[in-house]
């Protein structure tokens, strides 16, 4: 028997116990107890009536290179990184949002190069980000933008190349990433990707 039909059975003893004392005994006191006896069995009845789910962590996705094939293989990566590991949907919107705590990332791929991208994840504080949707002067974002090759998010360069995939693709631009670019496990690394010497500064201010 399983530990909730066991919880099951103790609760209809309860309510048991609660209505034959309220059928057998006429002394006051002990009739309320049997009362409270029975609504409280109740209530642990309908309690254990709802569907138990066992609350476990997200899976992290596994960026398993023997997959990928095409520039649309490392997007859909990228897709899944963005909403698991990457934990770029806590703060990011995808549409403008009134709650939004960090920039809108609809059709950032078109917006920004592919250089600019990778710095600002990368080095996400060489330029700050205002927020112009108020009156009055702008304002920076409540969030601050983490460092995601560093922990506790730690991408590695093929997950950031991937995310980086996923957001042209999500702007209808053409994927600049290749797959010839991602590095295999237990071999040297590729010669970085150079950061961007400029920037939109008009939505942008240098730290």
């Not at 789910?53 to 520039?71: C, G, N, Q, R, Y």
């Not at 806590?90 to 939004?100: M, Q, R, V, W």
């Not at 059709?107 to 980000?129: D, H, N, V």
């Amino acid at each position: 028997m399983s530990e909730v039909a066991k919880l099951q059975l103790i609760g209809l003893m309860i309510v048991g116990s609660g209505a034959l004392i309220l059928l057998l005994i006429r002394a006051q006191f002990v009739r309320v107890i049997g009362f409270v006896a029975i609504v409280l069995g109740l209530f642990t009845l309908v309690a254990l009536s709802v569907p138990q789910m066992a609350s476990l962590p997200p899976v992290e996705e596994k960026f398993d290179i023997a997959t990928v094939k095409t520039p649309t293989d490392i997007a859909t990566i990228g897709q899944k990184i963005f909403f698991s590991k990457g934990q770029c949907a806590l703060c990011h919107t995808i549409g403008p949002s009134e709650s939004a705590r960090c920039p809108d990332l609809k059709g950032i791929g078109a917006k920004l190069s592919r250089e600019f991208l990778f710095e600002s994840l990368t080095q996400p504080q060489a330029y700050i980000y205002l927020d112009y949707r108020h009156e009055g002067q702008p304002k920076e974002y409540p969030a601050r933008m983490p460092y995601i090759n560093k922990n506790p998010i730690g991408l590695s360069k093929n997950e950031i190349l991937s995310v980086i995939a996923f957001l042209q693709q999500m702007s209808g631009e053409p994927i600049s990433v290749t797959v010839a670019e991602l590095e295999v496990p237990g071999q040297a690394s590729a010669a970085p990707v150079k950061v961007a010497q400029s920037g939109p500064v008009d939505v942008a201010q240098a730290h």
